[in-house]
């Protein structure tokens, strides 16, 4: 692993995942391909560690020229792939974006990786590696008494956008067995830490909560979520690409399984802690439950056991420790905020999404 190329490196787990590799891996280099649709920013990666080591690249993951570009010129021996339309109510609301990007995008730059290493054999094929980066969401919604997913849980999405990651799963997975290109993929439960795009529930909590704004809560709140720090995330992965099977697939989570409701209510706490003297405390009287989305899953719960025994991975950051880091970056990068949200696309989709949800 020597050159690695990140698709949607400017996002949220992308960004923390090329500054956590950039920390942790001194001889690797990264080209960063990114479209900087709505989430992705440049914003995400200021002040990186050893910024000579990272080349950032505007383009998409669909250019299949411009992909084979990369490949050639870099030499690349490493794609991480993350680029995907990510946000349920959004794929709802436009689908077709999901497919372009989740599917057709995924599709290129398996093309591309299989004319450059296999065809090509530009480099050998020991020596290189496909990582997928999937979600929990492809397996659809478990019982209250349901085991929780794991590497073998048949598919079974309900969204557009899970179903879009499904069939990005399944051709990378035919990629494998067609060709034996050389991949792994990574199904993660919900990621949360810094630099994450505000429509999502825990930013949204926090900065709702701080600017005393309703905190909106789809349904009773009593949808269970595997929270993972994104940190953790990250390790995951950087251990499947060091000692990962080829052809293998490893379920991630936090090991964690709150109801939303809690997470909101523990970020109010946090932010009584933290901010006593503010307005708005105590911040819990900001809590509204609004409509639920449609076909919301009501539960998601992850197996790491495999991950664990071959690798020996598990997450470091516990759910509270990891919700007090979070609400403290987001109270101490006012600035990077307020660029996100000064976007005229995000206010356009907060309106959307929520002005019509009733109480």
Known sequence: MQNILVTGGAGFIGSNFIRYMLAHEPE????????????????????????????????????????????????????????????VDRSILGPGAFVQTNIVGTFTLLEAARRFWLNEKALGTQSVRFHHVSTDEVFGSLGPDDPPFDENTPYAPRSPYAASKASGDHLVRAYFHTYGLPITITNCSNNYGPYQFPEKLIPLMILNAVEGKPLPVYGDGMQIRDWLYVDDHSEAIRRVLHDGRVGETYTVGGDNQPPNIQIVNTICE??????????????????????????????????????????????SEQLQSGLLKTVRWYLDNPAWVDAIRKQQEYQQWMEANYAGRQA
């Open 28 to 87: 690797i280099r990264i080209v960063n391909l990114d479209a900087l649709t709505y989430a992705g920013s440049m914003e995400n990666l200021a002040n990186l560690p050893d910024p000579a080591r990272h080349t950032f690249v505007k383009g998409s993951i669909c250019d299949g020229n411009l992909v084979m570009q990369l490949l050639h010129e870099h030499r690349i021996d490493t794609i991480v792939h993350f680029a995907a339309e990510s946000h």
């Open 270 to 315: 946090i932010l009584d802690e933290l901010q006593p003297d503010a307005p708005h405390t105590p911040h819990a009287r900001l809590i509204t439950h609004v409509t639920d989305r449609p076909g919301h899953d009501r539960r998601y719960d992850i197996d790491i056991t495999k991950i664990r025994t071959e690798l020996g991975w598990q997450p």
